[in-house]
T-cell receptor, first 110, second 113 residues
Framework: GDSVTQMEGPVTLSEEAFLTINCTYT??????LFWYVQYPGEGLQLLLKATKADDKGSNKGFEATYRKETTSFHLEKGSVQVSDSAVYFC?????????FGKGTMLLVSP | EAGVVQSPRYKIIEKKQPVAFWCNPI?????LYWYLQNLGQGPELLIR????????DSQLPKDRFSAERLKGVDSTLKIQPAELGDSAVYLC???????????FGPGTRLTVL
């Protein structure tokens, strides 16, 4: 079945550092790929998405490229801020629902 | 535009007691989802509704869990009786026909003592 594997956290960075959170997936067919973010005490919010191979999703300075050859969708940001501290979930869209990874906590210090 | 509303936000009960969670989706969203999120894990689908019909309830433990969406708008998820292992966050989400873009509520954190 479909599955998503994310790097374990927490990822601890200083403000303005470069961020990479790795995500790989296993799926049949050609799923859509997503990154969701969950801030403390809040629900999940869609951060970005890509619907086909080589697409790049981007939002709020975050980017991720759908790599079919490596079955990956790594999340990157060039300069993180304290306000980016949250849990980040990689997900894939199958036939009619989403399959999530376990989440990666990001902690950014001033 | 109001987001997905869930209540209560927190619930503490003793094992073997019943508990119910309520969700009101975004207006116009025909599809409603209930997810279970255990600590340190991603959300896992419990049930999906298209209007008032439960179209995917394969992961819902039907011996103790039940759900309804009688008028195709708000929904209730019930556990009876609750067990210690049910302690988790219960998330509700909704979407239009494009299930890829789901909007999540803040969740209900359940603690079973």
């Amino acid at each position: 079945g479909d599955s998503v594997t994310q790097m374990e956290g927490p990822v601890t960075l200083s403000e303005e550092a470069f961020l990479t959170i790795n995500c790989t997936y296993t799926a049949t067919g050609y799923p859509s790929l997503f990154w969701y973010v969950q801030y403390p005490g809040e629900g999940l919010q869609l951060l970005l998405k890509a619907t086909k191979a080589d697409d790049k999703g981007s939002n709020k300075g975050f980017e991720a490229t759908y790599r079919k050859e490596t079955t990956s969708f790594h999340l990157e940001k060039g300069s993180v801020q304290v306000s980016d501290s949250a849990v980040y979930f990689c997900a894939l869209g199958g036939y009619s629902t989403l399959t999530f990874g376990k989440g990666t906590m990001l902690l950014v210090s001033p | 535009e109001a987001g997905v509303v869930q209540s209560p936000r927190y619930k503490i009960i003793e094992k073997k007691q019943p508990v119910a969670f309520w969700c009101n989706p975004i207006s116009g969203h025909n599809t409603l989802y209930w997810y279970l999120q255990n600590l340190g894990q991603g959300p896992e689908l419990l049930i999906r509704y298209e209007n008032e019909e439960a179209v995917d309830d394969s992961q819902l433990p039907k011996d103790r869990f039940s759900a309804e969406r009688l008028k195709g708008v708000d929904s209730t998820l019930k556990i009876q009786p609750a067990e210690l292992g049910d302690s988790a966050v219960y998330l509700c989400a909704s979407s239009t026909e494009d299930y890829n873009e789901q909007f999540f509520g803040p969740g209900t954190r359940l603690t079973v003592l």
